[in-house]
Nanobody, 121 residues
Framework: QVQLVESGGGLVQAGGSLRLSCAAS????????MGWYRQAPGEQRELVAN???????NYADSVKGRFTIARDNAKNTVYLQMNSLKPEDTAVYSC???????????????WGQGTQVTVSS
């Protein structure tokens, strides 16, 4: 099948930066959208940003101008550069990918296990 593995989370002070990576591996024919979501304690999971195979991007209003999503199609990897971090950005960040395993398959969403981002004030 397909596995997504995130890396790059951690603890950072307010105003700092982190870069998250998410690499997809396994049986992959192509990947449509890739994205990052986050879930803070007691909150619902929310979309942070996503990027289509064309490069078109979409951001949550709360991160516009601070976060940048990018992808490397050759490596099946999506990145999230997070700058000017705020305590309210603290959450578990998870990536997902809309993957087609064979040319005749339908696309299926896969999720990573999540990585903790903690921003201290």
């Amino acid at each position: 099948q397909v596995q997504l593995v995130e890396s790059g989370g951690g603890l950072v002070q307010a105003g700092g930066s982190l870069r998250l990576s998410c690499a997809a591996s396994g049986r992959i024919f192509d990947i449509n959208a890739m994205g990052w979501y986050r879930q803070a304690p007691g909150e619902q999971r929310e979309l942070v940003a996503n990027i289509q195979s064309t490069g078109s991007t979409n951001y949550a209003d709360s991160v516009k101008g601070r976060f940048t999503i990018a992808r490397d199609n050759a490596k099946n990897t999506v990145y999230l550069q997070m700058n000017s971090l705020k305590p309210e950005d603290t959450a578990v960040y998870s990536c997902n990918a809309d993957v087609r395993s064979r040319w005749y398959d339908s696309y299926v969403y896969y999720w990573g296990q999540g990585t903790q981002v903690t921003v201290s004030s």
